[in-house]
């Protein structure tokens, strides 16, 4: 076969730096947004913060008036002229044994004013330390400042070091006691016996609770710490021998057979249940350190003049220009192959882009807010089922578009902050040949239950009939999917007696 030069026309979807940057501001969430844009205004000279300079000549600001239209034009035609142009406290943060000898210092030998009295800045200082060093104690810290005031030997004191390290975030021993045992040298010639004193003694350290080995061995040490001003003798007795023997009758709540067993009356039962209810099932927890997320809405919800309107959050908008200092310069240069052209280039694009991401959440959000209107005068149970598609076909976006705008983009209401999905959901047919929304089936499936006899709490099946003759035709296990999906034990754990 002889080669040969053939000419063949195709077309093809290319994605410019441009819309590529488009869709990926559009999917991120307003946190990962302003994150994104730290590290642009880091590596983009061209780039700054309306904020940093308000006081400087010849700024690109975005805003949402009249001035806009003006520096839009200004814009377009400055770009047709020149188009070729956590500090870590690791070694300062005290540890919770010397914040103590720390504190017991300045108790006894502080800075004191000519009236014999500590001063006030010093006092002061004190009190945002110790605030300071509450806030990052750890529950290892907190055991561990407790084992060095302890007057125990020192061989215990490192077994206890060991248990300390085993323990979980809820503070209960998630190693076996035989399998510590078997890491400790031989050479230290610990016995079995010295290691179960040592936990003990581990168990006899604040919080109460704290180095048992399981759930019910937890609240058997903090029913032994109650005193009798506290609770009766003979409710503390009947609320250990459940703890010790019975706790998954009572976390099933089979209360006839607990009667059965413990030979003992329904109020005396009761009495012993809500006392271990009341216990802490993870005495460590409050020693946890948590990963806290704020969430910034994007969009803002408000009635106004007796209708709802949305409004793009200013907290969430950020204020971008171009530094005209460097534009300038990059001008007189006149040259088009200088990397700030790029720069300064990239810096617009990025401008453009953030405005209309907002402009597409505001278009969206205000679709969203016109459907669901009745959900903002009455609640939950006023959804109306809603589908990407609707709200697409309104503001001529394809639904792919609409799933990046109400994904992980929240609405401040009056009734709460919700993400835009929130919105949307399935459907159920009704007797009249309408629908009704998932999201206000599962708000009257909470209404029911939360209005329910608790010694006769209604099952799944109650809820769908009582459902169907309000005229929303909803199976039983759509009503036991519903009631799962929201939180809610079913009809044998919400019995009481």
């Not at 502080?110 to 014999?116: A, I």
């Not at 939950?380 to 792919?400: F, K, Q």
Request: charged fraction near 30%.
């Amino acid at each position: 076969m002889k080669p040969a030069l053939q000419l063949k026309i195709s077309s093809q979807l290319v994605l410019t730096p441009q819309l590529q940057q488009s869709i990926k501001l559009l999917q991120l969430s307003t946190l990962e947004m302003q994150q994104e844009i730290e590290r642009y205004l880091r590596e983009n000279p061209m780039l700054e913060r309306e904020d940093e300079a308000d006081n400087e000549e010849g700024a690109y600001p975005i805003h949402t008036t009249e001035r806009a239209q003006e520096t839009a034009q200004e814009s377009n035609d400055y770009e047709d002229t020149y188009s070729n142009r956590e500090e870590e406290g690791g070694e300062g943060t005290l540890s919770a044994l010397d914040m103590e000898e720390e504190r017991w210092y300045q108790d006894g030998g502080g800075s004191y004013g000519s009236e014999g009295h500590k001063s006030r800045d010093r006092d002061d200082e004190d009190v945002e330390a110790q605030d300071l060093q509450a806030s990052a104690t750890t529950l290892r810290d907190h055991l561990l400042w407790q084992l060095g005031l302890s007057l125990l030997s020192d061989r215990q004191k490192d077994l206890i070091r060991i248990l300390i390290e085993a323990l979980d975030d809820n503070g209960y021993l998630a190693v076996p006691l035989k399998e510590l045992w078997g890491n400790i040298p031989p050479e230290s010639k610990i016995r079995v016996r010295e290691l179960v004193m040592a936990l003990r003694n581990l168990q006899s350290f604040d919080p109460v609770g704290v180095g048992a080995r399981s759930l019910g061995e937890s609240l058997f040490l903090q029913l032994q710490a109650l005193t009798e001003e506290e609770i009766a003798p003979s409710i503390k007795k009947l609320a250990l021998r459940i703890v010790k023997r019975h706790l998954e009758l009572l976390a099933n709540h089979d209360f006839a057979a607990l009667r059965k067993r413990l030979a003992c009356n329904e109020a005396d039962l009761k009495t012993a249940q809500a006392l271990i209810t009341r216990l802490d099932p993870h005495p460590g927890a409050r020693f946890a350190s948590f990963d806290v997320r704020y969430i910034v809405p994007d969009v803002l919800v408000r009635k106004v003049r007796g209708h709802w309107v949305s409004q793009i959050n200013p907290d969430a908008y950020p204020k971008l220009r171009v530094n005209r200092l460097y534009a300038e310069i990059l001008a007189h240069q006149r040259r088009g192959d200088s990397p700030l052209s790029a720069q300064l280039q990239e810096a617009r694009w990025l401008i453009r882009n953030v405005k209309q991401r907002f402009d597409t959440i505001a278009r969206v959000s205000q679709s969203i807010v016109e459907r669901q209107r009745q959900f903002f005068e009455h609640g939950e149970v006023a959804m109306r089922p809603l589908v990407l598609r609707e709200v697409a076909d309104e503001v001529g976006l394809h639904e792919s578009t609409v799933s990046r705008v109400t994904s992980q983009k929240y609405m401040a209401t009056p009734r709460g902050i919700y993400e835009l999905k929130f919105f949307f959901g399935s459907h159920v047919a009704t007797d009249t040949g309408g629908a009704c929304s998932a999201t206000a089936i599962r708000a009257l499936i909470k209404q029911l239950i939360g209005a329910e006899e608790s010694k006769k709490p209604l099952s799944d099946s109650q809820i769908s009939e009582i459902l169907g003759r309000q005229g929303i035709i909803v199976a039983r296990r759509t009503v036991a999917k519903y009631r799962e999906s929201i939180g809610i034990p079913p009809v044998n754990l919400r019995k009481t007696l």
